[in-house]
Antibody, heavy 120, light 110 residues
């Protein structure tokens, strides 16, 4: 079955960097767009970034633009989120999501998430 | 404040029908299909409705969706206790070049 497993979360100080990974299985990874969506404690869902099936197109939310970068390695069935200049407001559970199509159809399958805590 | 507006909470009795609204603008709901998600506490979201009114495999037909103009709606009929959850609408925004989520609606089955 389709499975997404995130890793790389943890506790980090403001201003530091972190890289999240998401390993996909059960579907043809290279054929689908992929997303990162986050959820701060007790808050709603916030879309972070999306990358096209072939990696040629990426979009990032304004709140992370210039600090976060989404990328993928189709040879490893793996999605990444490089996070730099982290802020306390980046504290959240980060979910990896498979797109219904090649880029912007929306998430149909979600991972269980990895927790990022930014605190001094 | 979310680009898409949902009521913070709704409640209804078991076996009744409830509708959750999602209001947006011309650059999102007015021009793009809407997805709906259900989230239980401590769990990742689950896709409930896609492309306005399509049900993924395994989702009960008690759930239905619609979109008109710059608004969308999720309806749940025959309410059951297991329907208690947070529900989110989402749509692509052409102006912001990003996915927008509503603020979420907490459904309580009385």
């Amino acid at each position: 079955q389709v499975q997404l497993v995130e890793s790389g979360g943890g506790a980090v100080q403001p201003g530091r960097s972190l890289r999240l990974s998401c390993v996909a299985s059960g579907f043809t990874f290279r054929s689908y767009g992929m997303h990162w969506v986050r959820q701060a404690p007790g808050k709603g869902l916030e879309w972070v970034a999306v990358i096209s099936y072939d990696g040629s197109t990426q979009y990032h939310a304004d709140s992370v633009k210039g600090r976060f970068t989404i990328s993928r390695d189709n040879s490893k069935d793996t999605l990444y989120l490089q996070m730099m200049s982290l802020r306390t407001e980046d504290t959240a559970v980060y979910y990896c999501g498979k797109d219904l199509g090649t880029l912007i159809e929306g998430v149909d399958v979600w991972g269980k998430g990895t927790t990022v805590t930014v605190s001094s | 404040q979310s680009v898409l507006t949902q009521p913070p909470s709704v409640s209804e009795a078991p076996r009744q029908r409830v509708a959750i609204s999602c209001s947006g603008g011309s650059s999102n709901i007015g021009n793009n299909p809407v997805n709906w998600y259900k989230q239980l506490p401590g769990e990742p979201p689950k896709l409930l409705i896609y492309y306005d009114n399509l049900l993924p495999s395994g989702v009960s037909d008690r759930f239905s969706g619609s979109r008109s103009g710059t608004s969308a709606s999720l309806a749940i009929s025959g309410l059951q206790s297991e329907d208690e959850a947070d529900y989110y609408c989402a749509a692509w925004d052409d102006s912001l070049n990003g996915w927008m989520f509503g603020g979420g609606t907490k459904l309580t089955v009385l």
